[in-house]
């Protein structure tokens, strides 16, 4: 209940404590005059019609009485209708600022969560930058290290062709030297060869050799003299060049020659024979 209401209220009901308090003391007086024999028939008349006044005037007074008791329940109703109200304004003016206050929360999270999402992206971008530069950076090293290794391999490899080349060269060069300085020594040989001087000592370790390559070329093909002699040239050369020939070698070598010179002697005597068989045939188809 509000301060005007009570002031309203104690306002209403001062008037009426006199009003009861006058009504009670003219009736305490009215009461002792007539025990009394004070009050006459003509004065009890009277406050008989007085009193019939004065009852339809109590009656208008209880009637204002009890309209102004409505008009209180009435004025006390609206006064807690108006304090409910007032209290149903404080509650939706409270929610309302609650509202506001969790919408003002929730605009300040979602633009928290913005932003919040906006440094993720960028970390996460700048991560994924960074290991893309990390990942540039392994294969640039591991590219470095392969082209290095290709450098090395290739010079490696040119190194050794290139010691291959010189080997090559020094072997070469020192084969030509080895042949120049041996060409006379088998030009000999095959000389010797030739005229049949053919020995099989460890001091002639090449003689029994050529004289099997000189035989052979112009036993089995048939080659003439200069061709043999060059063909057992070059392979006396080629021996020469080569290991040692060991004294058992010698020895094959020897008895090979042995048996292609009596298959050239065998090869000769045919060779003879035939001729004169064909000088007779052409004397004798001549004289006829």
Do not use: W
């Not at 024999?37 to 109590?58: F, I, M, N, P, Y």
């Not at 991560?127 to 290290?145: G, I, N, P, V």
């Not at 090395?152 to 072997?171: H, K, P």
């Not at 020939?245 to 010179?261: C, F, Q």
């Amino acid at each position: 209940m509000t301060q005007a209401t009570q002031h309203h209220e104690t306002a209403a009901l001062v008037p009426m404590r006199e009003f009861e308090s006058n009504a009670t003391a003219s009736i305490q007086s009215l009461i002792t005059n007539v025990g009394t024999g004070r009050v006459s028939r003509r004065q009890a008349e009277r406050l008989r019609r007085a009193t019939d006044t004065l009852t339809g005037v109590v009656d208008n007074i209880v009637d204002i009485v009890t309209q102004g008791e409505n008009i209180a329940r009435s004025g006390a109703q609206l006064s807690r209708d108006i304090e409910q109200l007032a209290t149903d304004i404080d509650d939706f003016q409270t929610k309302r600022a609650e509202n506001e206050t969790r919408r003002a929360e929730a605009a300040e999270r979602t633009k928290r969560v913005a932003t919040a999402v906006k440094e993720e992206l960028r970390v996460r971008t700048l991560t994924a930058s960074l290991h893309a530069e990390e990942l540039q950076d392994q294969l640039d090293a591991r590219r470095a290290t392969r082209d290095r290794e290709k450098t090395r391999a290739d010079q490696e490899r040119i190194s050794a062709q290139q010691r291959v080349d010189r080997s090559r060269v020094t072997r070469d060069a020192r084969a030509d030297a080895a042949r120049r300085k041996n060409e006379g020594e088998a030009n000999r040989i095959v000389r010797d060869v030739q005229i049949g001087a053919v020995p099989a000592d460890p001091a002639h370790p090449y003689h029994a050799y050529a004289a099997c390559i000189y035989l052979a070329a112009k036993l089995d093909e048939h080659l003439p003299s200069t061709d043999a002699a060059e063909r057992t040239r070059e392979a006396v050369l080629a021996l020469m060049l080569g290991a040692a020939v060991a004294p058992d070698e010698i020895t094959a070598y020897h008895a090979a020659y042995i048996d292609l010179k009596e298959r050239a002697k065998a090869a000769a005597k045919h060779r003879d024979t035939s001729d004169l068989f064909a000088a007779a045939e052409a004397f004798a188809g001549g004289v006829q």
